[in-house]
């Protein structure tokens, strides 16, 4: 009973951090604090327990408390994991990230609790010694490599650096701070686009100061994630509007530039409906009009594809989903996972771009998986009633629309449905040339030209 009391710690412990971080930490400062009291649970528990038992029983405990805390809490990373692609990164990015945080710092230092209780002369104590020494190094590794910080690249005589306005991160880069203020919203929930602005459009930070905000739930803005429930349309049409005002005020400009892409332009074209005087022009790239539609499009298309491909594992999964709208990511799975089979384009590479962006630390980095997979979850089912020809029929702001040619056909078509019947005092439809969903990237120089005529004409 004595020495069961030395397990306890663990179970607390297990109980505290989930409730504290649900997800994870999120700023290095709360990872380096989450091992270092996991490694003084680990040695008290190997110490008072006596036991190289202690070495599994107080991670289990603590692994089970954990669990039980997050009940309630939704999105892959804490959810019960699934057979998927994406089920098995969100246990690699949610439970296995926090585990190497967690349960090889508390094992292993109860290894050295419970080894400093025996005095046996065997030499397999020696093994064993040899092994846990290997596994503090990981340890160590693990700590140096979290407290790793994002670092904003210098721009000679201009502006560089990373920001947060409230909890949503921002990097700002512009050849001089006076120049016009252009915000850019990433396309998916969970968005994070840093290293694509600065390497493919650098370009555009010669006429503008360029903000790029990485979206509630992911990257820079993990921390903005919880609580779900107000992961809302109303919410991401807030943060555009909020961080707008934040520009406004630092650089102290009447109105700001505005460019959206694909789910991003969901919230800021309810930004420009709601305060059409905070924007000079506003530009959405793979613009959104009437997402339940268009994907109930791509979902045929995607059926049609696998049958003619004669791929039946697709096929099979597709039929168990059935069309959409879903309730959760794993209902678009089939669909996020093969569009650029179906369609010939490269969007899946965007997540992995990212990911390496220097900008974004460690936790970032993780951060850019985790929190796609947590906030599409949470968000994307609230798009589905989202239908811009009937909820937007003018904007009082110039509006340019650009879209790739081989963009997938039904965002194309419901575009062009509210586009015919948008007022607007300027209105463009432009469509770049051998250019996918992510037609700014995939033509880069094509959508600079496309901005600089922006800034001229407004």
């Given at each position: 009973m004595v020495r069961g009391v030395g397990l306890l710690p663990a179970l607390v412990w297990g109980v505290l951090v989930a409730f504290w971080r649900p997800r994870g930490p999120i700023f290095p400062y709360e990872a380096l604090l989450i091992i270092v009291i996991s490694v003084a649970v680990g040695v008290f528990a190997g110490r008072v327990y006596r036991s190289r038992w202690a070495i599994l029983l107080a991670p289990v405990l603590f692994a089970v408390a954990g669990e039980v805390t997050r009940v309630g809490?939704?999105?892959?990373?804490?959810?019960?994991?699934?057979?998927?692609?994406?089920?098995?990164?969100?246990?690699?990015?949610?439970?296995?990230?926090?585990?190497?945080?967690?349960?090889?710092?508390?094992?292993?230092?109860?290894?050295?609790?419970?080894?400093?209780?025996?005095?046996?002369?065997?030499?397999?104590?020696?093994?064993?010694?040899?092994?846990?020494g290997v596994l503090a190094v990981v340890v160590l590794a693990t700590a140096v490599v979290v407290a790793l910080p994002g670092r904003a690249t210098p721009i000679r005589g201009g502006i560089s650096e990373l920001a947060y306005a409230g909890k949503i991160g921002l990097m700002i880069r512009g050849a001089r701070?006076?120049?016009?203020?252009?915000?850019?919203?990433?396309?998916?929930?969970?968005?994070?686009?840093?290293?694509?602005?600065?390497?493919?459009?650098?370009?555009?930070?010669?006429?503008?100061?360029?903000?790029?905000?990485?979206?509630?739930?992911?990257?820079?803005?993990?921390?903005?994630?919880d609580p779900t429930p107000t992961f809302t349309v109303e919410n991401e049409t807030r943060n555009v509007l909020a961080v707008t005002e934040y520009l406004r005020n630092r650089f102290r400009r009447d109105k700001i530039f505005l460019v959206a892409h694909s789910g991003g332009t969901i919230g800021a074209t309810l930004a420009v409906q709601e305060e059409p005087e905070a924007f000079a022009a506003y530009v959405g790239v793979g613009q959104v009009a009437n997402p339940t539609t268009s994907d109930r499009t791509q979902y045929a298309d995607t059926v049609a594809w696998a049958r003619s491909h004669g791929d039946g594992q697709l096929l099979a999964r597709l039929t168990d989903v059935g069309p959409p709208p879903y309730a959760n990511i794993y209902g678009y799975e089939p669909m996020i996972l093969n569009e650029d089979r179906v369609y010939g384009t490269t969007n899946g590479d965007a997540l992995l771009e990212n990911v390496e962006?220097?900008?974004?630390?460690?936790?970032?980095?993780?951060?850019?998986l985790s929190g796609f997979l947590d906030s599409f979850d949470a968000y994307y089912p609230r798009v589905r009633d989202i239908d811009f020809a009937r909820q937007v029929p003018a904007l009082?702001?110039?509006?340019?629309?650009?879209?790739?040619?081989?963009?997938?056909?039904?965002?194309?078509?419901?575009?062009?449905?509210?586009?015919?019947?948008?007022?607007?005092?300027?209105?463009?439809?432009?469509?770049?040339?051998?250019?996918?969903?992510?037609?700014?990237?995939?033509?880069?120089?094509?959508?600079?030209?496309?901005?600089?005529?922006?800034?001229?004409?407004?």
């Open positions: 809490f939704t999105g892959p990373t804490v959810d019960y994991p699934r057979p998927t692609d994406l089920g098995i990164l969100a246990l690699i990015v949610g439970r296995g990230f926090y585990a190497l945080l967690t349960l090889l710092p508390m094992g292993v230092a109860a290894a050295y609790g419970a080894g400093s209780t025996r005095h046996s002369r065997s030499p397999w104590r020696w093994v064993g010694r040899f092994v846990t701070a006076d120049l016009p203020v252009m915000l850019f919203v990433p396309g998916s929930p969970g968005g994070s686009e840093l290293r694509a602005m600065r390497e493919r459009l650098g370009a555009l930070e010669q006429r503008f100061v360029v903000v790029t905000m990485d979206r509630r739930g992911g990257g820079r803005s993990f921390g903005a994630l962006a220097p900008e974004l630390g460690t936790l970032d980095k993780v951060h850019v009082s702001v110039r509006v340019y629309f650009v879209a790739g040619d081989r963009e997938v056909p039904a965002r194309v078509r419901d575009l062009g449905l509210w586009y015919s019947a948008l007022k607007a005092p300027h209105k463009e439809l432009v469509t770049l040339k051998n250019a996918g969903h992510r037609s700014m990237f995939d033509q880069p120089a094509a959508f600079a030209e496309v901005m600089a005529r922006v800034l001229a004409e407004s």
